[in-house]
């Protein structure tokens, strides 16, 4: 897993605490280390447990075809991506709702871009800008939400202009449909996210870990 995974509370206890009691957990700085760590101990199942939004999806879908092509059998992933614009969506048709605008996630639009927020803000009627992360980049986002808001426009803004495109990455975008669709997926605290999550498409099954150990549930 990813080093910051490790304490994070679980259904039942932490990777940490798993670790603590003698289970095999390592940390690794990317999937392509559990592939690597696969291919080194081949008599040793490794199963990545994959996390984070589209950011972190081209890697694990990278992985997975890496894995593929190297015969490394065994090697399994315990996919757990989500998508950001079904929560956002969520949120919108929440009935206390009082969402007016929102900062879209800058590393999520590097690599999804932003061009399907235009029919979002059009159906709900909000600004959607995406920013960085650095403080000038939030306070500029705030102000295009601020300006668009007293102006009565809800339109798509770009104000992390040096690392996002209106397309995202191609390559990556691309990457990550080969290997993953959309899937309805629980979201800790909102239940569950129709379209929410990503799985693993039915022709890479055998690497999936919930096929491999029966796992019954992500939630």
């Known amino acids: 897993s990813f080093g910051d995974m490790l304490r994070v509370p679980g259904s039942r206890e932490s990777l940490a605490s798993a670790r603590a009691a003698g289970a095999q957990v390592r940390s690794v700085y990317s999937p392509l280390d559990a592939v690597a760590l696969a291919e080194k101990n081949p008599q040793t199942e490794v199963v990545f447990f994959a996390v984070g939004f589209e950011t972190t999806a081209p890697a694990t879908a990278l992985a997975i075809q890496q894995a593929a092509r190297r015969n490394i059998n065994n090697f399994s992933l315990l996919a757990a991506h989500v998508r950001v614009q079904p929560a956002m969506e969520a949120i919108m048709q ?19 871009g932003y061009q399907s ?5 059009r159906q709900y009627r909000v600004p959607v800008v995406v920013t960085g992360f650095e403080p000038v980049d939030l306070a500029a986002g705030i102000l295009a939400c601020v300006e668009q808001l007293e102006t009565g426009r809800y339109e798509v803004e ?27 997926r629980p979201w800790r605290g ?3 996210m129709p379209l929410g999550g990503l799985r693993l498409r039915e022709a890479w099954h055998k690497f999936d870990a919930e ?5 019954t549930s992500l939630a």
């Open 211 to 215: 096929r491999r150990f029966a796992v």
């Open 158 to 184: 770009n104000c992390y202009g040096r690392s996002v495109r209106p397309a995202g990455n191609p390559h990556a975008v691309q990457l990550v449909d080969q290997v993953f669709a959309p899937c309805d």
């Open 190 to 192: 909102l239940g569950m």
């Open 94 to 112: 929440a009935p206390q709702n009082r969402v007016q605008s929102f900062l879209a996630a800058g590393h999520v639009c590097t690599v999804v």
């Open 117 to 121: 927020y235009g029919e979002f803000c």
